[in-house]
């Protein structure tokens, strides 16, 4: 594949989460706006930070004018889950590809681009990622931008219906690889069933989300990598 | 304020692209090492099963409608429908169930 045939591969993989992204981000930007800030200051957050649990969080300590030091401390525990995506996103690019790309991408990876790009066989070019990110990063500004102007336009029930569609893309991720692999398929079981385990039971319940993520993450992959070690020749057939 | 929203801002990407970035860089070559290769080709699978379950079930403002969209999407995905197809197909069942439900 050229460049920019991988570009347009990045921006049609990205179309359904542009679309998912316009409902959340439009959520965002309502609350934004109802937390004082501006426009501009609106639209700038979600351009830099391109992270939804980052920045509804960063929000409300915003708006009770937290210390600098909390928010920072706050953002590293809810987006440290990136560092393991960048761990196994590191693998999907060619170590031959230009070094400063990897600047680039860095600034893309969310929970979506990196579902969706894994996802994808073999290693991936930079502008691959380029397309999925822009395509992706416009959803996200637009939708901040339309809920900061205008609020109440698009119906609620709309957007309540619009929230599932990036849960929707990420079991269309996970379900298909695992029709014939039932240690996949036992390893999406298991994280779900313990996910609910974290959300709801005491004590358990009290890790934030941010956290359940990382620690579930950690033990699950590791005890399946234990397990399951997937045989050189497969791995690039099955994932 | 202004200045401070700025700042908040600032810091806020920063603590973030940095999360991203180490990562990337530091890790430039193919591993070799069996059991890390196999642990990150796991972790888009768990990672995405422990946020979809059961964050789906709230992310509407209906219960009922919440887990017919998951229901459509279980089996939506089961088809090898394409993410685009499943995104909006569980987001219309949703729609309709909330009509149904009445929210």
């Known amino acids: ?239 | 304020m202004s200045t401070s929203v700025y700042a908040y801002i600032a810091v806020m990407a920063a603590v973030t692209y940095v999360i991203r970035l180490l990562p990337l860089t530091v890790i430039r070559r193919e591993i070799k090492n069996k059991f890390i290769r196999s642990f990150l080709c796991y972790i888009p699978y768990v990672t995405l099963s422990v946020m979809t379950f059961p964050a789906i079930l709230t992310a509407t403002s209906n219960r009922y409608a919440s887990a017919a969209g998951f229901l459509a999407a279980l089996i939506l995905a089961y088809r090898r429908k394409s993410l685009i197809t499943v995104a909006l197909f569980s987001s219309a069942v949703v729609f309709l169930a909330e009509l149904v439900f009445g929210m």
């Open chain 1, 1 to 239: 594949m050229n460049r920019f045939s991988s570009f347009i591969a990045g921006i049609r993989d990205g179309t359904p989460i542009f679309l998912g992204y316009l409902a959340v981000s439009f959520t965002f930007g309502i609350m934004a706006k109802n937390g004082g800030l501006s426009v501009w200051q609106s639209v700038l957050l979600s351009a830099t930070n391109l992270t939804s649990a980052g920045q509804f969080s960063g929000l409300s300590l915003i708006s009770v004018c937290a210390p600098l030091t909390e928010v920072a401390a706050a953002q590293l525990i809810i987006n440290l889950r990136y560092c393991l995506m960048s761990c196994s996103l590191s693998q999907k690019i060619d170590s031959r590809t230009p070094f400063f790309h990897r600047f680039f991408i860095a600034y893309g990876v969310t929970d979506e681009i990196f579902g969706v790009s894994m996802s994808r066989e073999g290693y991936l070019s930079p502008f691959y990622f380029y397309g999925i990110i822009g395509i992706s990063v416009l959803g996200w500004v637009s939708g901040t931008f339309i809920g900061v102007v205008s609020g109440g336009l698009l119906p609620a029930r709309i957007v309540s219906a619009l929230s599932i569609a990036l849960y929707g893309m990420f079991i269309a991720i996970i379900i298909p690889p695992a029709r014939n692999n039932k240690v996949l398929a036992g390893i999406i079981v298991v994280s779900m069933l313990l996910s609910l385990l974290f959300t709801a039971a005491p004590l358990l319940r009290e890790i934030s989300s941010g956290f359940r993520t990382i620690i579930l993450t950690l033990i699950i992959s590791g005890a399946a990598a234990l397990l399951f070690p997937i045989p050189e020749r497969e791995e690039k057939a099955e994932l």
